[in-house]
T-cell receptor
Framework: SAVISQKPSRDICQRGTSLTIQCQVD?????MFWYRQQPGQSLTLIAT?????????ESGFVIDKFPISRPNLTFSTLTVSNMSPEDSSIYLC???????????FGQGTRLTVV | KQEVTQIPAALSVPEGENLVLNCSFT??????LQWFRQDPGKGLTSLLL?????REQTSGRLNASLDKSSGRSTLYIAASQPGDSATYLC?????????FGKGNQVVVIP
């Protein structure tokens, strides 16, 4: 399967600031997804990143808080805006996983907000 | 809404024992089911993908079965090793999105 390079792998950020997470795929993928994993919990889908159009957000997540870009079929970014300690989580990007295709994940970004 | 449950939540086994991890899901209308491994603070590594038309998949010491009609999958890890210590996540693919269980946290004791 394809390989996703995600960065940064971890960061410690001040309350009120923003962090942009990048994911680069080594081949073109139709669909990319962004997930959040809060401590001790499973993965929750934030949004589907659509190439050439706005991202599709899940209930409870809004574009102002988590703006997403998808300029082409190999790259996407997620920004966590105006951070608070409640945003401390692991954020993961994913490709594939639609229809009968295999899903693959980046290495994750471990975010701590202080 | 798809609900995915993994039992047991955590288990410890001595090295060499076989591991049996269970996953159940509520909606049988799925494309496939995928098992992942996650090490602490890291991303997910895909272990096995079972299409909805398949009954099982094998890779080395790993074997995963799927009974779609009853909404169950089981991951078997033969002859466990300390390096198998991790959290194992089951993800069900339906409606072009993955629904995850909370995971089976495994510790293999040397």
């Amino acid at each position: 399967s394809a390989v996703i390079s995600q960065k940064p792998s971890r960061d410690i950020c001040q309350r009120g600031t923003s962090l942009t997470i990048q994911c680069q795929v080594d081949s073109q993928v139709t669909m990319m997804f962004w997930y959040r994993q809060q401590p001790g919990q499973s993965l929750t889908l934030i949004a589907t990143a659509n190439q050439g159009s706005e991202a599709t957000y899940e209930s409870g997540f809004v574009i102002d808080k988590f703006p997403i870009s998808r300029p082409n079929l190999t790259f996407s970014t997620l920004t966590v805006s105006n951070m608070s300690p409640e945003d401390s989580s692991i954020y993961l990007c994913s490709g594939g996983g639609h229809m009968n295709t295999e899903a693959f994940f980046g290495q994750g970004t471990r975010l701590t907000v202080v | 809404k798809q609900e995915v449950t993994q039992i047991p939540a955590a288990l410890s086994v001595p090295e060499g024992e076989n591991l049996v991890l269970n996953c159940s899901f509520t909606d049988s209308a799925i494309y496939n089911l995928q098992w992942f491994r996650q090490d602490p603070g890291k991303g997910l590594t895909s272990l096995l993908l079972i299409q909805s038309s398949q009954r099982e998949q094998t890779s080395g010491r790993l074997n995963a079965s799927l009974d779609k009609s009853s909404g169950r999958s089981t991951l078997y890890i033969a002859a466990s090793q300390p390096g198998d210590s991790a959290t194992y996540l089951c993800a069900v693919n339906g409606n072009n999105r993955l629904a995850f269980g909370k995971g089976n946290q495994v510790v293999v004791i040397p």
